[in-house]
């Protein structure tokens, strides 16, 4: 099983305002989109995404072939599934405290 890096990083601020501000004006990145709970900034090729919550975690994804074969494997090797956004869509936590997202085409 290929995980492929994907060029979508997404993390959680408690000020989105302050924080795209900051990403903005400080770092120099490109606001794509924005609304009230999430702002799509772009810098070179990535993509991040801050998205307003208390939460503090950040999200990176994977592209994979299968993604009922690459979640028997993550389970198999301690990670949970912590959202199912279709079968071709999972959030995963794994056992040393990333987060991350895999999909499949």
């Given amino acids: 099983m290929k995980f492929e890096f994907s060029p979508h990083i997404a993390f959680q601020v408690r000020d989105l305002e302050k924080a795209t501000s900051f990403y903005r004006d400080v770092l120099g990145m490109e606001i794509v989109s924005s609304d ?5 900034l772009k810098c070179g090729p990535i993509n991040f995404y801050a998205e307003n919550s208390e939460g503090n975690a950040t999200f990176f994804e994977f592209k ?30 794994d056992p040393f ?9």
């Fill in 36 to 40: 009230e709970n999430e702002t799509h």
């Fill in 64 to 93: 994979v072939e299968s993604v009922s074969e690459a979640s028997e494997i993550l389970e198999q090797n301690g990670c949970r599934i912590t959202q199912e956004y279709s079968p071709k869509s999972r959030m995963f936590a």
């Fill in 97 to 105: 405290g990333m987060r991350f997202h895999i999909w499949e085409d």
